[in-house]
């Protein structure tokens, strides 16, 4: 009776122990056949949040930039308005002026009172006493005239005689017109012209002046052309010029192809190819509206000069050229929510608008880049792109050479540790084999990974015999120990079997999500190759229209433009 009990004593701590045994190796293979897909899917989080924290401080610093652009633009525009403010009222004052002498209805007493005035608010501004000169003038004061003259003179000789140049061609006083246009060109400089020479070469292409202006403005013009064209560095520099803008043009980024963004490693370089395959479209368009905007000429003489006086007497002096360029970016940062990497290059590209005097061939590329800040029109805008043409073609094409020899060869994809590279997409069904492979080769690394559980069958088989053994003394114990070392083998074979499972389910989830991926990405990839394509096709679209470009399509009265260039 007390064996019995021993026994059965005996037994329940044997079991209790193999159950722990068996709870413990279970667990133990379960994670050893987990361990390295934990670690890849780990792997994979830090690669998304390390993505997802650059994407972050991109974002936030875009903002950041932008804010502090918004603050700057208000306080600089406070700054201008404080120090250079009265200028502009001076400006407009002028435009006045000439207005009242056209209709009459000022009196010579306002005239007299007005003028005199902004000489004590705006001293050192060189439109103050030329405003009096005028004023003067009208009311026949020889003597305070020439006073005031010698002043404007004294302050800023190059506007004051450009000034009067076209108010005596305005009053139809062509003799004193000429006078002036002779004593203006006695100072010019074809490596150093001052900005508002964009506004006789308007007038005289345009039939402003009379005929003897364009002749001394030809002659002018054909020693400065042989001058510059002489050498390569001064086209050279243009050309730069020119591929920088195109640069510039380019369209901000669509989002257009989303699993490329994520998946491509190579996606910035076509990204960067897409952009300036596109640009040819934009520029085209660019183009088109200047020619468009400069195609009526049917403006009178008169209205025709009021435009290039108030130019001249609106432009920025420049004491404010600082402040504008400061309010030129912030500007551009604005409109590019916040993004000043691209303002930056707009800005890079236009810096030249902004220089006080500049050469020729210069003139004519700030003029065709942006007519406003050079102080131009559209007509002139129009003019100037027709002259600097063989240049832009030049520029154009080498822009286009680049950016093809700049396209990648194929498209480099990394999708869950699945790497690839096609050209097209239009080889899925290999790249889909290869994947198959791939995920095939992947699940048998994994598998070896995974141990059979040798340990738990030993154990198992050595209980089982220990049964068998015991069958001999105690019936009761062996069938006990045979049964729980069939259980421990079976125990271990079946745990085995689930973390093979477990693994082959986990990696058949992340086959078929990648697979999706894939054939996502090899469709945006055919798309992108025929965007690509097709964009990089308008390039001659928009080399046949600058080609097409002759400068006498846009003088509206003399064709003199044509003999200029054609007398070089």
């Known amino acids: 009776m007390s064996q019995q009990v021993i026994s059965y004593a005996d037994l329940s701590i044997i079991?209790?122990?193999?159950?722990?045994?068996?709870?413990?190796?279970?667990?133990?293979?379960?994670?050893?056949?987990?361990?390295?897909?934990?670690?890849?899917?780990?792997?994979?989080?830090?690669?998304?949040?390390?993505?997802?924290?650059?994407?972050?401080?991109?974002?936030?610093?875009?903002?950041?930039?932008?804010?502090?652009?918004?603050?700057?633009?208000?306080?600089?525009?406070?700054?201008?308005?404080?120090?250079?403010?009265?200028?502009?009222?001076?400006?407009?004052?002028?435009?006045?002026?000439?207005?009242?002498?056209?209709?009459?209805?000022?009196?010579?007493?306002?005239?007299?009172?007005?003028?005199?005035?902004?000489?004590?608010?705006?001293?050192?501004?060189?439109?103050?006493?030329?405003?009096?000169?005028?004023?003067?003038?009208?009311?026949?004061?020889?003597?305070?005239?020439?006073k005031a003259l010698n002043e404007s003179l004294k302050r800023d000789d190059y506007k004051t005689t450009l000034f009067f140049m076209l108010i005596m061609r305005r009053l139809t006083r062509n003799e004193a017109s000429l006078k002036w246009l002779e004593r203006y060109f006695m100072h010019q400089n074809p490596h150093y012209l001052d900005r508002e020479f964009i506004i006789i070469l308007e007038a005289v292409t345009t039939g402003v002046f009379p005929p003897a202006a364009r002749q001394m403005m030809m002659a002018n013009v054909k020693d400065w052309l042989v001058q510059l064209t002489q050498g390569d560095n001064y086209i050279d520099e243009q050309k730069s010029q020119w591929i920088n803008f195109f640069e510039a043009k380019g369209p901000l980024d669509e989002g257009k192809y989303p699993l490329l963004i994520k998946f491509s490693t190579n996606w910035n370089q076509l990204e960067n190819s897409l952009k300036e395959s596109k640009t040819h479209e934009i520029l085209k368009n660019y183009f088109n509206d200047i020619f468009a905007s400069s195609s009526d000429y049917s403006k009178a003489i008169k209205v025709q000069l009021d435009e290039i006086l108030s130019l001249l007497v609106t432009n920025f002096d420049n004491e404010e050229l600082p402040l504008q360029q400061q309010i030129r970016l912030n500007e551009l940062i604005i409109q590019m929510d916040g993004d000043k990497h691209a303002a930056q290059a707009i800005v890079d590209a236009e810096k030249h608008i902004f220089d006080e005097k500049v050469d020729f061939l210069q003139m004519l590329t700030n003029a065709a880049f942006n007519p406003e800040l050079s102080g131009a029109t559209k007509v002139t805008q129009a003019l100037a792109v027709s002259i600097s043409q063989p240049w832009i073609i030049e520029a154009h094409d080498t822009f286009t050479a680049n950016n093809r020899n700049k396209v990648p060869t194929t498209v480099d994809l990394q999708i869950d540790g699945f790497t690839t590279n096609t050209i097209d997409g239009r080889d899925e069904n290999e790249q889909l084999e290869k994947h198959e492979n791939y995920w095939t080769n992947l699940l048998q690394r994994e598998l070896n990974k995974l141990n059979f559980p040798y340990a738990g069958v030993v154990i198992g088989i050595l209980i089982g015999i220990l049964g068998c053994w015991g069958l001999n003394h105690y019936i009761v114990l062996g069938s006990i120990g045979i049964a729980i070392g069939g259980v421990l083998i079976w125990t271990a074979v079946n745990s085995h079997k689930k973390a093979k499972q477990k693994i082959k389910d986990a990696l058949e989830t992340r086959k078929a999500k990648s697979r999706e991926v894939l054939r996502g990405c090899i469709a945006e990839i055919v798309d992108y190759r025929i965007e690509s394509s097709t964009e990089d096709e308008k390039a001659e679209t928009l080399r046949q229209l600058l080609t097409n470009i002759t400068p006498e399509d846009f003088s509206s009265v003399s064709k003199d433009t044509k003999n200029i260039l054609q007398a070089t």
Do not use: C
Request: charged content about 25%.
């Open 15 to 146: 079991n209790s122990a193999l159950r722990s045994i068996k709870s413990d190796m279970s667990g133990v293979h379960s994670e050893l056949g987990n361990l390295n897909f934990k670690q890849d899917n780990l792997e994979n989080e830090l690669i998304k949040l390390a993505t997802s924290l650059s994407d972050f401080i991109e974002s936030d610093l875009k903002h950041k930039s932008l804010q502090l652009a918004e603050t700057r633009q208000g306080n600089l525009k406070q700054d201008l308005q404080i120090k250079f403010g009265y200028y502009a009222e001076v400006r407009r004052m002028a435009t006045g002026i000439l207005q009242g002498v056209d209709t009459g209805v000022v009196s010579n007493d306002t005239l007299r009172f007005t003028t005199e005035e902004v000489m004590i608010k705006a001293p050192g501004y060189w439109l103050a006493p030329a405003l009096i000169v005028l004023a003067t003038w009208i009311r026949d004061d020889k003597d305070n005239n020439e």
